[in-house]
């Protein structure tokens, strides 16, 4: 058996078999698999719009106007906009505490204003849905520190500090 491979008629003969086999692999399985799989994504995408829909339809309607308000001229406050994330979020009214400063002017006509936001018991689910929430609505919006202090006795709960800068 060990001849068969050492004589060259073998390879003659293999490879071109092998390269014969390639064609009727795809005809076989490889076209019907690329049809399964645009079926798949088709269903896939009809699927994501029926969501998107979904999300702005019923969940959070207010998603689209975002952008009007921002071309209105409507100045950025602190109040309502962590009032509005914490409704979403389902952070009670009573479980944080804001404070902001005064708007200040920065270098090159640019102003800027910070806020300070402890919240008293929050588990970590809530908390990154707050942060990620806050980043995606405002993009002029930072997050300059945050102090995580686990509530002891507590299997997820935390005490959160947070400091935000919003630059106009």
Request: aromatic share 12%; hydrophobic share 40%; with cysteine.
């Amino acid at each position: 058996m060990k001849e068969i491979y050492k004589k060259p008629i073998f390879y003659y003969v293999l490879i071109p078999a092998l390269i014969s086999l390639w064609p009727i692999w795809l005809l076989v399985f490889g076209v019907p698999g690329v049809k399964d799989n645009l079926e798949k994504s088709v269903n896939d995408y009809v699927e994501a719009q029926k969501l998107i829909s979904q999300i702005l339809g019923e969940l959070d309607p207010q998603r689209l106007d975002y952008a009007k308000n921002k071309k209105t001229g409507e100045a950025f406050d602190f109040i309502t906009a962590i009032d509005q994330v914490t409704k979403l979020v389902r952070i009670t009214p009573t479980g944080y505490r804001l404070s902001t400063s005064p708007i200040r002017k920065i270098k090159g006509g640019q102003t800027n204003q910070d806020a300070s936001m402890t919240i008293e018991k929050i588990n970590i689910e809530k908390f990154t849905k707050f942060l990620s929430v806050m980043h995606m609505r405002w993009s002029n919006l930072q997050c300059s520190n945050v102090t995580l202090s686990k509530i002891k006795g507590e299997k997820d709960a935390w005490k959160a500090d947070v400091r935000f800068i919003y630059y106009q």
